[in-house]
Every structure is written in structure tokens, then in C-alpha cells.
């Protein structure tokens, strides 16, 4: 019989990630290690500090604005979606 007692399809429950679990506050540890690391680097984006310092993308954020506006390091390339930065290089130069 063409509509017999065949098994149900069991779906599965999907692919399931870890949670991270980023900071969302700097402590003084991770602000000195900011504020000595993030300089040095070439290519600064929201996504590499999270990645490397793990903490929250609007703390990245409010953080890459805060060293900007000091001059710490200067924008590339500002779109809607991601800003990325780069260090200063005129500032290292007159040193």
C-alpha cells in the first residue's frame, strides 16, 4: 500500500553556537592594554578589537571615537556600516 506506516521525518534541532560572553565595560587591565595595543595597529576596525580584546562592539565603537577625537589614530574610510582606522602615522614621524 502506497500510503503506508512509514516514519515521520524528525527535524533537526539546528547548529547551535557558542555564546560569547564579551566585556561590555573596560576594566583597567583591558583600557591599559586598549590604549597601548590599538595605536601600533594598521588596520583598526570594531570587528578586530572585538575579536582581540573581547569586549562588546558599542564599547569598540564609543572607544575608537574617544581616541580619535585625542588623535591616536585617524579614519580611513567612514561608511554607514564599518569605520575602519588606521594608526597615525604623521604623529610617530615628528617623534
Given at each position: 500500500?502506497?500510503?503506508?506506516?512509514?516514519?515521520?521525518?524528525?527535524?533537526?534541532?539546528?547548529?547551535?553556537?557558542?555564546?560569547?560572553?564579551?566585556k561590555?565595560?573596560?576594566?583597567?587591565?583591558?583600557?591599559?592594554?586598549?590604549?597601548?595595543?590599538?595605536?601600533?595597529?594598521?588596520?583598526?576596525?570594531?570587528?578586530a578589537?572585538?575579536?582581540?580584546?573581547?569586549?562588546?562592539?558599542?564599547?569598540?565603537?564609543?572607544?575608537?571615537?574617544?581616541?580619535?577625537?585625542?588623535?591616536?589614530?585617524?579614519?580611513?574610510?567612514?561608511?554607514?556600516?564599518?569605520?575602519?582606522?588606521?594608526?597615525?602615522?604623521?604623529?610617530?614621524e615628528?617623534?
Amino acid at each position: 500500500m502506497a500510503g503506508g506506516k512509514s516514519k515521520k521525518k524528525k527535524w533537526s534541532k539546528g547548529k547551535s553556537r557558542d555564546k560569547v560572553d564579551n566585556k561590555v565595560l573596560f576594566n583597567k587591565e583591558a583600557w591599559e592594554r586598549f590604549n597601548s595595543e590599538v595605536p601600533k595597529m594598521k588596520l583598526i576596525t570594531v570587528s578586530a578589537l572585538v575579536e582581540k580584546l573581547r569586549i562588546n562592539g558599542g564599547l569598540a565603537r564609543k572607544a575608537l571615537r574617544e581616541m580619535e577625537e585625542e588623535g591616536k589614530i585617524k579614519a580611513v574610510c567612514c561608511s554607514r556600516a564599518q569605520k575602519i582606522y588606521t594608526r597615525n602615522v604623521a604623529e610617530e614621524e615628528d617623534e
